[in-house]
Nanobody
């Protein structure tokens, strides 16, 4: 059974940094794409970034490009989201997701597994 468990959320000031972690378990993820999404209150779930587990190809939303970095520690089966230069508009619940196949995708419907989410709040 696939499990994705996020951690690392919390409160940060504008301009600050946070690192989110997503511990993945239940199968080998070398054939998966791992993504981060976020959802603010009253809004849809938006794509943030994704990475191909084996090849390392990455894809970022324009709103986070240059500020956020996705990475994988294969030995720890963990995906990270390093968030720098945080803005109040980055405030949301952040979700880790997994999608079988090599192609990175920005569409939530194409992801098969989801974590429970972790809250990130950025104060101005």
């Amino acid at each position: 059974q696939v499990q994705l468990v996020e951690s690392g959320g919390g409160l940060a000031q504008a301009g600050g940094s946070l690192t989110l972690s997503c511990a993945a378990s239940g199968r080998a993820f070398s054939s998966y794409v791992m993504g981060w999404f976020r959802q603010a209150p009253g809004k849809e779930r938006d794509f943030v970034t994704a990475i191909n587990w084996s090849g390392g190809s990455t894809y970022y939303a324009d709103s986070v490009k240059g500020r956020f970095t996705i990475s994988i520690n294969d030995a720890k089966n963990t995906v990270y989201l390093q968030m720098n230069s945080l803005k109040p508009e980055d405030t949301a619940v952040y979700y880790c997701a997994a999608r079988w196949g090599p192609q990175v995708s920005s569409l939530p419907v194409e992801y098969n597994y989801w974590g429970q989410g972790t809250q990130v709040t950025v104060s101005s």
